[in-house]
């Protein structure tokens, strides 16, 4: 198999040479690996890509989709932007609070979960919209979140 | 029931147009042949008469937009797709990303004939995991099989930051930097993706490209209004009882597009505003709905089409609530780069939350007026006016609302309003590395 | 920029500048300042940050930047002096600026030099509106042991950041998160390392980034900033010494837009406090029988200099360190050629004059295309503001190679040898020569010497006198100027075959176990004098404050006096009789605050000089070669700063990356090497 090295090469040679074009893959290929992006992780990043630490630190703090602290192995988003929101996002982000015995922000103790409130997550004709692992959950209500959860394996 | 008019979408409810075949089936790609059978010049006559504005936000005619590359430039041409949409409101280009994302392809290899570029790209936001996956096959089909010629098409996801919508900010994350917009001079038509010539459009602009060719510019710009030919898209959501997208000719009534298509407000409640083109626009009141949606005639009540999204609001929301979610939305997402957005945007919201918890006072108000005026035409990239517009408009229209939160020194919808404790992100343990302070 | 001229109008006022200048630049040539604090032409592409500089533009709606406009013709620009809605903009921008900037101005060591507090004065506003909390960071957090950050003075202009990644090109240190909550940063709990990290203490336009150094040291109505140039490489970048009570508290860049460019390395920055090392001499040390060195007066000092000199006529052997003035090294050259006829001294380099033919201004690199970087050592370990000026070339499109082969169709070509085995840059002259680079537009050659003056010295103890005679062979008396040979194992060994050896050095423990009389000796930053750059150009070099102990200028006049000799004891008047025979007559007070590039035709070098360590044989197939060389941050000076003993390298080995790879070594690894 090819070694994290290896596909970060193959990711650069689809952008121009010497460009950086392959940070942001080559960042979510790291998070993809380890689980969040961790010291080693934006190391092993930096090192495959030619830059610093603090360069690739510094790109993966402005985007909200990577990680620089441990994040559950399922990620739960709900979406509370204002469509969502007029249609009852709020009961529906506390519905996963109370199933899972969490707030929003935080990781079930065993580590398995981490539910957030997210920003629009386009699916606003669909309210309310539930990212599950990235994969959308439309028209998600306060009364379907149990069966959500118990639908997810493991 | 009103009829949609569906020409980017056409085919997709009877068709899976994700297939290749099916795509061919219904002539899908015979425009790319027939384009490159035209010299560039004439192909960007031809989208110049089309006259086919920018469905990104901007409104920008398309085709004025490709006369304007630097063409003789010894660098390459780069052709970049916006489909970062992430205006709240916003979801037509995922929709046509998901069901014609050929019909988006073989638009970007008219644009790239046009433009004599051989390297486009497509930057997709990195929420839409599904539709980059929808997207990338069909590239890989189309590709295979040798429909691209000497065209490269790459699809670059990003990473969750919705100022990547923005132009330039958009060319540097593509670039693998933070997204932080550039100065302008120079526009990317001269100095773009690294430093060369670069056309920029919305996903939505270059998926009706396809359909120009086939129509002919000519016929293409009757349609609709003369000022804005062509369908939108047009994602309607919030308190209407059928959300979703609806395409429909530029000029179309926006009470028809309310209470036709999206079967007006339910519940028997009021309709108390609508945002008319993703939560950055100025709201309109009821009293306003009677306008055609077109740039123009929007431009005219003093609002943006925007990027085609109606929010609709009714009258159980708090329209301080209101803004102040909207608020901390651009707050959360402005970039850091210039002065006014950061601070100002993180200010507003220290405003709005002491009008909303009551402890505000008369002065708040002409303060939070101010603070938006020394917003507006000083920032660096529009995102800190995306801020303010709305903000300002609910100030000014329904004022006495505000007024009433100071008066009674609190909300006078008492925990009734339909976003009451609505949590934002922002509000939430963010992540902040140095330094451990929440935002507000 | 093009040569063209255009007319553009600012508040009222017509001026013709180049078209494409900075609307910044225009406006002051127009006499009218627009205030600014991202801009930073140093820095690479103006970025628009921090808003500050709006302007209206007749014909566009919005207020611009004038930062990021350049001149276009006819165009017509208003400030805020004439403009209400420029002004309102720029109140706007600065109220913004100061929601979040705390008012410690008091204990902040900015205050009174701060481009921030002084725009508020002017511009601000008298009161705030802002009666929410201000968004609150620890502070101040080091990101180095010389360099502190307070996160909560910080405006996020991004000069640092900036620097750090289009000057240095260093990456470390970096703009985090976004929003509201951007913060500059290091990675992790990494210390800002490099040779030019300082530079961004003088770049932030607030008190967020701060020398430690300097914490508390000086208010800016007590100090005074004296002119002078830095004496610790053979750059010789121009600076300001901040001075407060006879005490040195910082050093400042000076720019000379030739030299340095406002850039200095961290050595020439913070190592300043070896002024004030405990070791320090102050009175000499004069070796009694049994008891080893005991301090003496200087009377008596002078005594028994002029007794071990007098028993050693003609047998005098001097060793230099490149690091006197040319004035010292005349004067002693005089007192021991003239006076005792011992004519022979040695340098720890060769020095050839062969390059005078191939000068150029530093700033010549930036401009070329195609710099040939010669020799094994790194040119930042050498010549620090050289790797800036290279990276500058490159960013402007340069080829940086490393043979003469490649240099193809390359108009404007430039030689740079850095390291051993460039026979004090006769190797590169005979380069430049076979490729014709003599009097060809923006060629040019550099040779990097190991030291600072090694060429004054040269010309000024060769200028000194005219007699010559062999050497003798035994040594009568061994006199060593300077640390730098004071520290030099070979210097110790030829101490051995000497009868006496009299050491002049700053530092007693460098020869307390060999010599039979140290004096005291002086920094640069306390010389009155002249050094000779890399670049063959003469400086000027300024007491900025009292050495502990007397100039040596003045006992080697004493003591010359002693033997007949006429050596004037200050510095201008050594210097008078260098330049009739040197430096064409020139006056000391001509020499200039920021000297020009002259060329001095009588400059001859007649100096025998030490051996050179013999060249590196070639490395057979499968083997490297191993090249040791002295880093920068290095030798008696920076030994004696503790903030800076986390820049010295540990021993370390740079392995290319091919050879790292095929031999299986990855960063941080153990490793044992053999020679
Ligand atoms: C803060 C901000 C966010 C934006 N987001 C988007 C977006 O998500 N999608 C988009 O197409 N245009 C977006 N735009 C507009 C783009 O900058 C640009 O005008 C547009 O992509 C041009 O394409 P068009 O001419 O086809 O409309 C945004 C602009 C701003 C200032
Ligand atoms: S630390 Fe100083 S230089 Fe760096 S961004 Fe902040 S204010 Fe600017
Ligand atoms: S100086 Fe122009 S924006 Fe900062």
């Known amino acids: 198999m090819t070694s994290f090295y290896e596909e970060v090469q193959e990711l650069r040679a689809r952008y121009p040479e010497g460009s950086r074009s392959a940070a942001l893959p080559a960042l979510r290929l790291a998070q993809e690996k380890h689980g969040w992006l961790s010291r080693e992780a934006i190391e092993e990043t930096a090192d495959a890509l030619e830059v610093t630490p603090a360069f690739c630190y510094s790109v993966a703090t402005f985007y909200d989709m990577l990680h620089l602290e441990p994040v559950g192995r399922r990620t739960i988003d709900v979406c509370t932007n204002l469509p969502c929101a007029l249609c009852g996002a709020q009961q529906v982000l506390e519905a996963f609070e109370s199933e899972l015995g969490i707030r929003a922000g935080e990781t079930t103790p065993d580590g398995a979960t981490t539910l957030r409130a997210v920003e629009c997550l386009g699916g606003c004709g669909y309210a309310t919209v539930v990212a599950i692992d990235d994969r959308y959950r439309h028209h998600v209500r306060p009364e379907t979140v149990p069966e959500i959860l118990g639908g997810l394996d493991g | 029931m009103a009829e949609q008019h569906k020409v980017l979408l056409a085919g997709a409810d009877e068709r899976d147009l994700t297939q290749l075949a099916e795509y061919q089936a219904i002539g899908g790609y015979k ?14 006559d031809e989208l110049q008469k089309a006259t086919l504005r920018g469905r990104g936000g901007a409104g920008f005619p398309m085709g004025r937009k490709a006369s304007l590359i630097d063409r003789k430039s010894p660098k390459p041409k780069y052709l970049v797709v916006n489909a970062d949409e992430s205006e709240p409101g916003a979801f037509k280009d995922r929709e046509v990303m998901a069901r014609v994302p050929h019909r988006l392809l073989e638009g970007c290899l008219i644009a790239a004939h046009a433009i004599e570029s051989t390297d486009v790209f497509i930057y997709i936001r990195g929420e839409y995991l599904t539709e980059y996956e929808i997207l990338q096959a069909a590239v890989d089909e189309a590709s295979a099989v040798g429909i691209f010629g000497d065209v490269t098409i790459t699809v670059h996801r990003g990473a969750g930051a919705y100022i990547c919508g923005e132009e330039t900010a958009l060319l540097e994350s593509l670039e693998g930097k933070r997204g932080q917009p550039r100065p302008r001079p120079p526009f990317p038509p001269i100095q773009g993706l690294y430093a060369a010539p670069t ?113 609709v609001v009714d009258d159980r929301c708090c329209m301080v609530q209101l803004a102040l979610r909207s608020t901390k939305f651009y707050m959360h997402e402005s970039c850091g780069k210039c002065t006014p957005c950061r601070v100002g945007t993180r200010w507003m919201v220290q405003i709005l939350e002491s009008i909303e918890n009551g402890t505000a006072t008369q002065a708040d108000l002409e303060l939070l007026d101010s603070v938006g005026d020394n917003i507006l035409g000083k920032v660096l990239c529009a995102l800190g006016e995306f801020a303010v517009y709305p903000v300002a408009s609910y100030l000014d229209k329904w004022r006495d609302e505000f007024v009433a939160h100071v008066e009674q020194g609190g909300c006078p919808f008492g925990g009734s309003s339909s976003l009451e404790g609505i949590l934002a992100p922002s509000d939430q343990h963010a992540h902040t590395p140095v330094g451990e302070e929440a935002l507000v | 920029m093009s040569t063209e001229l255009v007319r553009v109008t600012i508040d009222e006022r017509d001026v013709h500048v180049p078209k494409g200048t900075g609307i910044v630049e225009t406006a002051l040539a127009a006499g009218v300042e627009i205030p600014v604090f991202c801009y930073e032409p140093r820095l690479g592409a103006p970025v628009g940050a921090c808003r500050m500089c709006l302007v209206e533009v007749e014909g566009m709606p919005k207020l611009q930047t004038g930062c990021t406009l350049t001149a276009q013709d006819g165009m017509v620009v208003k400030t805020a002096r004439t403009s209400e809605k420029a002004a309102a903009g720029q109140n706007g921008t600065l109220e913004f600026i100061l929601v979040n900037h705390p008012l410690d101005c008091p204990v902040c060591d900015k205050g009174g030099e701060c481009p921030l507090q002084d725009l508020t004065f002017r511009y601000g506003p008298g009161n705030t509106r802002m009666s929410f909390e201000k968004l609150t960071f620890e502070k101040p957090i080091p990101i180095s042991p010389t360099i502190s950050l307070d996160r909560e003075r910080c405006i996020l ?519």
């Open chain 2, 31 to 44: 425009g790319v042949a027939k384009a490159r059978a035209m010299t560039p010049d004439a192909l960007i």
């Open chain 2, 199 to 311: 056309q920029i459009n919305n996903v939505c602009t270059i998926a009706t490209v396809p359909v120009i060719l086939e129509m002919g510019a000519e016929e293409f710009a009757k349609t609709g209004v003369p000022s804005s030919p062509g369908t939108a898209i047009f994602s309607i959501s919030g308190n209407v009882a059928r959300p979703g997208n609806y395409e429909l000719d530029l000029g179309t009534p926006m009470r028809e597009l309310i209470y036709e298509h999206a079967g007006g407000i339910p519940d028997g409640r009021e309709l108390k505003a609508v945002i008319p083109g993703g939560s950055s626009v100025p709201a309109l009141t009821p009293a306003q709905i009677d306008v055609p949606l077109d740039y123009d005639s929007l431009g005219a009540i003093g609002t943006f089409f925007g990027a085609a999204s109606l929010i």
């Open chain 3, 157 to 675: 202009c991004y000069r640092c950041t900036r620097f750090s990644e289009s000057v240095s090109e260093d990456g470390q240190l970096v703009a985090a998160n976004r929003g509201a909550l951007s913060v500059i940063t290091t990675f992790e709990d990494l210390p800002y390392t490099g040779a030019f990290t300082g530079n961004v203490t003088e770049l932030c336009p607030v008190g967020a980034l701060l020398p430690t150094q300097y914490r508390f040291e000086g208010r800016p109505w007590e100090i005074v900033d004296v002119p002078t140039v830095c004496g610790l490489c053979p750059v010789g970048c121009n600076i300001h010494a901040t001075v407060r009570e006879g005490k040195v508290k910082r050093i400042l860049s000076r720019n000379h837009p030739e030299i340095d460019e406002g850039w200095i390395c961290d050595k020439g920055r913070f190592a300043y406090t070896h002024l004030r090392a405990e070791d320090r001499l102050t009175e000499p040390l004069q070796r009694v029988r049994r008891h080893g060195l005991e301090p003496v007066s200087w009377e008596q000092a002078l005594e028994e200099a002029e007794r071990l000199l007098r028993a050693a006529r003609g047998r005098v052997v001097t060793v230099l360190s490149g690091s006197e003035t040319v004035e010292q090294a005349y004067a002693l050259g005089k007192l021991l050629r003239v006076g005792l006829d011992s004519h022979q001294a040695t340098l720890p380099e060769e020095i050839s004059g062969a390059l005078d033919a191939y000068r150029l201004p530093l700033s010549a690199i930036r401009d070329a295309d195609a710099v040939v970087v010669l020799g094994d050592v790194p040119v930042v370990e050498r010549a620090p503001i050289v790797d800036l000026w290279i990276r500058a070339a490159r960013r402007n499109g340069a080829r940086i190679l490393d043979s003469v082969d490649d240099i193809g169709e390359a108009e404007r070509v430039v030689l740079v040898w850095s390291g051993p085995g460039g026979r004090g840059g006769a190797s590169v002259a005979k380069l430049a020569e076979k490729l014709g680079l003599a009097d060809r537009e923006g060629c040019g050659a550099f040779y990097l010497p190991e030291t600072p003056n090694g060429r004054g010295v040269a010309d000024a103890w060769a200028a000194c006198c005219d007699e010559e005679s062999e050497a003798a062979d035994s040594i009568g008396l061994l006199v060593v100027s300077g640390d730098e040979a004071a520290a030099d194992e070979n210097v110790r060994a030829l101490a051995e075959q000497a009868e006496a050896t009299i050491v002049l050095s700053m530092y007693g423990g460098l020869a307390s176990g060999w010599a039979d009389l140290i004096l005291p000796g002086t920094s640069y930053l306390e010389r009155d004098g002249s050094f000779v750059n890399l670049e063959g150009r003469l400086q000027r070099l300024r007491r900025t404050v009292e050495p502990p102990c007397p100039d040596e200028l003045e006992w080697i006049s004493q003591l010359a006096a002693r033997f007949g000799v006429d050596v004037a004891p200050y510095a201008a008047g050594v210097f008078a009789e260098v330049s009739e025979r040197v430096y064409g007559g020139l006056a000391f007070g001509e020499v200039g605050e920021r000297a020009p590039l002259r060329g001095y035709p009588e400059a001859q070098e007649r100096v025998s000089s030490r051996p050179l360590p013999e060249p590196q044989q070639k490395a057979r197939r499968g083997e490297i070669r191993l090249v040791a060389y002295k880093p920068l941050f290095s030798g008696a000076a920076v030994e004696r700063v503790t903030e800076l003993q986390f820049q010295r390298p540990q021993p370390e080995l740079e392995l290319s990356a091919d050879d790292a790879r095929r031999r299986r070594i990855a960063t941080g690894d153990l490793v044992t090497v053999g020679s």
